[in-house]
């Protein structure tokens, strides 16, 4: 059983197309994140959602849209879609519930975006 | 705001090596540390945490890490690397008064030669 999983794996695209990210948890968490990670590795947050509602977005375009329809699923919609765009996202979830402290993130396999 | 360094970009070693990848963090408050490793084109998986108590922790395939709170500090090591542990490893530092986000390092990739 995967813990959190995300759809697609791989998504080439054209610039200025709009695609979406989807992802899914099963660990019973209430708060869910997208991260991105670059060309060089590099990862850093880009949003997270706790109980459907934003409680993190960081410095990231306005083309990008999260959307949590429960707390089991958080998608990514991006919209206008450029070539710096290309990354790999990784979804992954925690649980914070009464101010649970001891607890660690899991994550998704990850979208490999490649926008050409 | 937080953040965290790692200071080997690139590490390369022979199999049976002995192995340290520094961290250092900068973070006021209480901090839970973690590392993940990314093995070639695959997702982040963890390696060890550190929450409280014990200082020394010993994660999964014989890594092990230490928290210097003094330091600031939260090196991994592992008395004897082995060609499967050639992949990128990741410090990151979990904010508790921010949604438990992660605040990661720039990555350490480590080849191990056979």
């Known amino acids: 059983d995967t813990a959190v999983s995300q759809t697609p794996k791989y998504l080439v695209t054209q610039m200025g197309n709009d695609k979406s990210i989807k992802c899914e948890q099963n660990?019973?968490?209430?708060?869910m994140y997208w991260y991105k990670q670059d060309s060089k590795k590099f990862l850093k947050i880009m949003f997270s959602y706790n109980n459907k509602e934003l409680i993190i977005n960081e410095t990231v375009p306005n083309r990008f849209s999260p959307k949590s329809p429960d707390k089991a699923h958080l998608n990514l919609h991006i919209n206008s879609l450029e070539l710096g765009d290309s990354a790999v996202y990784f979804c992954?979830?925690?649980?914070?519930?009464?101010?649970?402290?001891?607890?660690?993130?899991?994550f998704g396999q990850g979208t490999r975006l490649t926008v050409v | 705001a937080q953040s965290v360094s790692q200071h080997n970009h690139h590490v390369i070693l022979s199999e049976a090596a002995s192995l340290e990848l520094g961290c250092n963090y900068s973070y006021g408050g209480t901090v839970n540390l973690f590392w993940y490793v990314q093995y070639p084109g695959q997702h982040l998986q963890l390696l060890l945490k550190?929450?409280?108590?014990?200082?020394l922790v010993k994660g999964i395939k014989g890594f092990e890490a230490e928290f210097i709170k003094s330091k600031f500090s939260f090196n991994l090591r592992k008395p004897s690397v082995q060609w499967s542990d050639t992949a990128e490893y990741f410090c990151?530092?979990?904010?508790?008064?921010?949604?438990?986000?992660?605040?990661f390092g720039g990555g350490t990739r480590l080849m191990v030669k056979p």
């Open positions: 990151a530092v979990m904010n508790n008064n921010a949604g438990n986000m992660l605040t």
């Open positions: 992954a979830s925690s649980l914070l519930v009464g101010g649970a402290r001891n607890t660690e993130a899991f």
């Open positions: 660990l019973g968490h209430d708060t």
């Open positions: 550190y929450f409280s108590g014990d200082p």
